[in-house]
Nanobody, 124 residues
Framework: QAQLVESGGGLVQAGGSLRLSCAAS????????MGWFRQAPGKEREFVSA????????YYADSVKGRFTMSRDNAKNTVYLQMNMLKPEDTADYYC?????????????????WGQGTQVTVSS
């Protein structure tokens, strides 16, 4: 059974940076797409970014393009989300997700496995 464990959330001032990590275990993820989603209080879960584990091609929501960078470390079976120039509207719980196959899905229901989430708070 796949397991995803996020870490790296916290409180940061606007304009600051955080790096989220997602440690993946329990299966081989080479044929998977890994995604980051976020959910703010009272809002639906929204797509942030995704990466194909094989090849490393990345995709971003328009709201984070140019500020966030997703990457993966094959040796550590870990994906990262480097978040720069953070804004108060980035405040949310951030979730790591995985889906089998190479298609990039921006809908949460397209993903098979989820982590427990890590909280990010950006103060103004």
């Amino acid at each position: 059974q796949a397991q995803l464990v996020e870490s790296g959330g916290g409180l940061v001032q606007a304009g600051g940076s955080l790096r989220l990590s997602c440690a993946a275990s329990g299966r081989t993820f080479s044929g998977y797409v890994m995604g980051w989603f976020r959910q703010a209080p009272g809002k639906e879960r929204e797509f942030v970014s995704a990466i194909r584990w094989s090849g490393g091609s990345t995709y971003y929501a328009d709201s984070v393009k140019g500020r966030f960078t997703m990457s993966r470390d094959n040796a550590k079976n870990t994906v990262y989300l480097q978040m720069n120039m953070l804004k108060p509207e980035d405040t949310a719980d951030y979730y790591c997700a995985a889906r089998s196959g190479l298609g990039i899905y921006t809908a949460a229901d397209g993903y098979d496995y989820w982590g427990q989430g890590t909280q990010v708070t950006v103060s103004s």
